[in-house]
């Protein structure tokens, strides 16, 4: 059963730190990891989608990286503002599952000025 | 871009009450999703469906059933209502095609009293 964890739950930076927030999963035969935003009492919105081919996606300022066969992917936050506080979710997709995501709990993030 | 409409942000029902929960999306998506959302338990699968009338279980299909009559609507029942189902609820659609992004819908908070 694949299982996927984010650490740490929660982190708190001073504006225009770069930062880095983790995710591991247990089964590495997977179609894509997803990293997806959620704003307080909001949906998530999806910010990034590696597929299992890939290494790494780019969009402004987030950068995610994926290595599979270790079970980790890595998403890259430059020159962190205050509305980058949010809640980080990271998600696979695994073979065999259709289009059914497994979801880490998240990673609570506080950008401070 | 795709938009995905839940008709209520928050919901208070009676224990045994019926209970449904609508959901609308606007791309001519395939799959549509409904998740529950929980502190420390993360997103969990309850039920999905890959076509008009089309529907399999997730990970926790239990006290629910939905209906999909039209492929732009999702919709999830809540037989009887109980308080272990006070949660927030997340529609989801893809397009179908493994390895799409997942598109989420701004969640329905349900309070059962």
């Known amino acids: 059963k694949q299982e996927v964890t984010q650490i740490p739950a929660a982190l708190s930076v001073p504006e ?27 949906g998530l919105t999806s910010l990034l989608l590696i597929q299992s081919s890939q290494r790494e996606q780019t ?31 990271c998600a696979v997709q695994r073979t065999g599952g259709g289009n059914k995501l497994t979801f880490g709990t998240g990673t609570q993030l506080k950008v401070e000025l | 871009d795709v938009k995905v409409t839940q008709s209520s942000r928050y919901l208070v029902k009676r224990t045994g009450e019926k209970v449904f929960l609508e959901c609308v999306q606007d791309m001519d998506h395939e799959n549509m999703f409904w998740y529950r959302q929980d502190p ?9 469906s890959y076509d008009v009338k089309m529907k399999e279980k997730g990970d926790i299909p239990e006290g629910y059933s939905v209906s999909r009559e039209k492929k732009e609507r999702f919709s999830l029942i809540l037989e009887s209502a ?24 701004s969640g329905t908070q349900l309070s059962v009293l």
């Open chain 1, 59 to 89: 969009s402004g300022r987030l950068n995610a990286s994926l290595d599979k066969s270790s079970g980790r992917s890595t998403l890259y936050i430059a020159a962190s503002q205050p509305g980058d506080s949010a809640t980080y979710l």
């Open chain 2, 82 to 105: 109980s308080t272990n189902q006070t949660s927030m609820y997340l529609c989801a659609s893809t397009l179908g095609q493994r390895r799409e992004k997942l598109f989420f819908g």
């Open chain 2, 40 to 48: 420390g338990l993360g997103l969990r699968l309850i039920y999905f």
């Open chain 1, 16 to 42: 225009g730190e770069n930062l880095v927030l983790n995710c591991s999963f247990t089964d590495s035969a997977i179609y894509n990891l997803q990293w997806f935003r959620q704003d307080p009492g909001k």
